[in-house]
Nanobody, 124 residues
């Protein structure tokens, strides 16, 4: 089992920044690729970003490319999502997730472990 706890959400004005953190426990963190997803009210959960086990490979949704950066610190068992130039359409609950060891991808269905989510609201 892998336990994931997100933090760092909040209310921010358009154009502002937030950094989300996701602390993992329970298994060897570096065995897992990690992903960030989000879900807005009335919409399906969507992919935001993913990072390989070593951190050397990253992938982003087109809607956040150039504005968001995913990173990880395997010594701290933590994955981050730096969000810059935030827009109202980024408003959602953000989740971190881990797929089975050896898996990597953008599809929510392949992810086994999920955090409880953290709310991000972008509004003036």
């Amino acid at each position: 089992q892998v336990q994931l706890v997100e933090s760092g959400g909040g209310l921010v004005q358009p154009g502002g920044s937030l950094r989300l953190s996701c602390a993992a426990s329970g298994r060897t963190f570096s065995d897992y690729a990690m992903g960030w997803f989000r879900q807005a009210p009335g919409k399906e959960r969507e992919f935001v970003a993913t990072i390989t086990r070593s951190g050397g490979g990253k992938s982003y949704a087109d809607s956040v490319k150039g504005r968001f950066t995913i990173s990880r610190d395997n010594a701290r068992n933590t994955v981050y999502l730096q969000m810059n130039s935030l827009k109202p359409e980024d408003t959602a609950v953000y989740y971190c997730a881990a797929p089975p060891p050896g898996s990597y991808g953008r599809t929510p269905d392949i992810y086994d472990y999920w955090g409880q989510g953290t709310q991000v609201t972008v509004s003036s």
